[in-house]
């Protein structure tokens, strides 16, 4: 709640038979827990990195959230943005290229000053010949991209695939395991964070019925 005070006050002293003050209010003021002329201040961003993917959720401590309108990464808004209380703001990170951005939260009185986040890099899957394969597995599939170093693994619906060999950066080479008939999410699994999904159809194989 706002209150409004008197700045500056003037008193005269009228001259005639009987003396008096009058008093004139010359300038007044709104005072009270109102941070609509305060920039909002970051001390703190945790975690202070996350996969290039984007999806981290991320919590911006410091003093004079109230009354911010929005986070942005590197001029990107963020998403799920929540001012939990005057020193405390939860945000997702939005996807961006790897590297160091600046953080910034917005507020009528003006932005804050930046602080730092880092995106991490994850692979990049540009081709997958081929993309599909029998339900009963066995399928060798060679996956071609960046970003593959240090990957740890490659899923197929949450499944591991087998055989699995990072070539290179740029390559790897997995045998798809057993799995029910349809498409599924074929993700390459790194430390730094995963890649986004690309699409593997399980076919049906032929079978006798007759002879």
């Known amino acids: 709640q706002q209150f409004v005070e008197t700045a500056l006050r003037v008193g005269l002293l009228a ?115 081929p993309d599909f394969g029998p339900v009963a597995g066995g399928t060798v599939v060679t996956i071609t991209g960046s970003e593959f170093t240090d990957a740890t693994g490659v899923t197929f619906d949450g499944t591991d695939g087998t055989s699995f060999t990072v070539d290179s950066d740029t390559q790897i080479t997995v045998t798809s395991p057993a799995h029910a008939l349809g498409a599924v999410d074929l993700i390459i699994e790194r430390a730094t964070g995963d890649s986004a999904p690309s699409t593997f159809t399980y076919r049906g194989a032929p079978t006798v019925s007759d002879l």
């Open 15 to 129: 001259q005639g038979p009987v003396a008096s003050l009058l008093e004139l209010d010359i300038a007044r003021s709104a005072v009270g827990p109102n941070h609509a002329g305060v920039r909002p201040a970051i001390t703190d961003i945790d975690p202070g990195s996350g996969p290039a993917t984007g999806g981290t959720a991320v919590t911006i401590t410091g003093t004079d959230f109230g009354g911010s309108t929005g986070v942005t990464f590197d001029g990107v808004a963020a998403t799920d943005f929540v001012v939990v209380s005057d020193t405390e703001i939860t945000v997702t990170s939005p996807a961006h290229a790897a590297g160091a951005v600046d953080v910034i939260i917005q507020h009528p009185a003006g932005a804050s000053d930046a602080a730092e986040f880092t995106y991490t890099p994850v692979p990049l899957i540009s081709a997958l010949p």
